[in-house]
Each structure stands twice: as structure tokens, then as C-alpha cells.
């Protein structure tokens, strides 16, 4: 049973570019949700995505973007580069309405903004 | 808006000696509770969770936690550690808003265990 896959694993992005990160969700789960964890801190909720729609959102700029297909999977889009953007992008994935149900992560994308 | 606050940035312990990493949470209704663990380059891998009932909770690798809603605390507790233990503990908890759930991260622990 495949978990919570990410790709890249690592990328490098001059200031000012654009990126993409990718999600496959464990088997089963329909929700993705997204988190940007900068060094030393833990994980901060960038937004959730279920039935192709973004559900909630947090305290990020509209140059954080997001998408979520008919197979469930996810992807990321972050424009205009900065380079407080540099951190591990975690997805996690887990059931709709399910708030007792824990999420489960990938191990994350590391981004670096030069 | 919930909150949960890991007053601890490290704890340094010796290998075999008990450990308790502590948590607090801003009070609501219901709450749900979790305690991941991160090694390095690695994402988050889920230790254990209070849902409802018994306020101690057992987890994965001999971890476990006492839910206290009077203190709103939820700290991790393990009696005896080892090398492999060494790692990074997030405490978490679920928010319900617009008809949907997140978690809140705290701040993080790393513990540091030493032979």
C-alpha cells in the first residue's frame, strides 16, 4: 500500500521563478492538504484541497496556488519566487470530514530560493 | 483560533533515562490531539492521538501521552529512551473551519538523546 508520495525531493529556483511540487495521496485518502515547514519550525497550513476545489486556506499569499485532479493527486504552484520561499514542502493526505482521522505526509520537497 | 505551544526548543537526555516533552493547547470545545515525530529528512510519522475517552493514550515505539483538559496539556512521555529515539516531536492540533480539518502545529521539540 503506497503512501503519500512528493516529487521532487529536492529543486533549486533562482528569486523571481516559478515552481511546481507534486502529490500522490495514500491509497483510499481523497483530501490533500499542503504545508510549508521553514527550518526550526514546524509545519504551517498553506491550504486543502478535496473534489478539485481548495476547501481552506491559510496565511499565504495568492502566489501560493494549488490543484487537485480526478485522481486525487495535488500539485503546488508558488510564483514570483522569494527567498523566504526556501523550506520543506510537506503534503499529507486523509479522508474528508474525517477530523479524527490523522493525516498522513510524504517526505517533502526541499525548495531552494538563490 | 487554536494554538499549541512547545515550550521546550530541545531536550538533551541520556540513553535508558525516562523523558516527557511538553505540550499546551489553546482550550475549545472538543478537541482532537497528536503527536508526530520527524527524522531528518524525512516527513512526519504520526506517534499517537487522543480522539475521546481514556486521557492516556498509547503510541507507537513505547511513547505515550495523558490528556489533561483541565491544564490543556497533552505532553509526551516515554520511560526509558534509546539512541534511535533522537529525533524531532511536533504536537498538534485539529481546527475545524469551513466545514473542513487541519491541523496546528507546535513549535517543536528535538530531542536529543545521548549514550
Known amino acids: 500500500d503506497a503512501g503519500v508520495t512528493q516529487s521532487p525531493t529536492h529543486l533549486i529556483k533562482t528569486r523571481g521563478q516559478q515552481v511546481t511540487l507534486r502529490c500522490s495521496p495514500k491509497?483510499?485518502?481523497?483530501?490533500v492538504s499542503w504545508y510549508q515547514q521553514a527550518l526550526g519550525q514546524g509545519p504551517q497550513f498553506i491550504f486543502q484541497?478535496?473534489?478539485?476545489?481548495?476547501?481552506q486556506r491559510g496565511n499565504f499569499p495568492d502566489r501560493f496556488s494549488g490543484h487537485q485532479f480526478p485522481n486525487y493527486s495535488s500539485e503546488l504552484n508558488v510564483n514570483a519566487l522569494l527567498l523566504g520561499d526556501s523550506a520543506l514542502y510537506l503534503c499529507?493526505?486523509?479522508?474528508?470530514?474525517?477530523?479524527?482521522?490523522?493525516?498522513?505526509f510524504g517526505n517533502g520537497t526541499r525548495l531552494t530560493v538563490t | 483560533a487554536q494554538s499549541v505551544t512547545q515550550l521546550d526548543s530541545q531536550v538533551p537526555v541520556f540513553e535508558e533515562a525516562p523523558v516527557e516533552l511538553r505540550c499546551n493547547y489553546s482550550?475549545?470545545?472538543?478537541?482532537?490531539l497528536f503527536w508526530y515525530v520527524q527524522y531528518p529528512n524525512q516527513g512526519l510519522q504520526l506517534l499517537l492521538k487522543y480522539l475521546s475517552g481514556s486521557t492516556l493514550v498509547k503510541g507507537i515505539n513505547g511513547f505515550e501521552a495523558e490528556f489533561n483538559k483541565s491544564q490543556t496539556s497533552f505532553h509526551l512521555r516515554k520511560p526509558s529512551v534509546h539512541i534511535s529515539d533522537t529525533a524531532e516531536y511536533f504536537c498538534?492540533?485539529?481546527?475545524?473551519?469551513?466545514?473542513?480539518?487541519?491541523?496546528?502545529f507546535g513549535s517543536g521539540t528535538r530531542l536529543l538523546v545521548r549514550p
Open positions: 498538534a492540533v485539529s481546527d475545524y473551519r469551513d466545514s473542513s480539518y487541519k491541523l496546528i
Open positions: 491509497s483510499g485518502h481523497d483530501t
Open positions: 484541497y478535496y473534489e478539485e476545489e481548495e476547501r
Open positions: 499529507a493526505s486523509s479522508l474528508v470530514g474525517a477530523g479524527n482521522s490523522p493525516l498522513h
Open positions: 482550550s475549545s470545545v472538543s478537541v482532537y
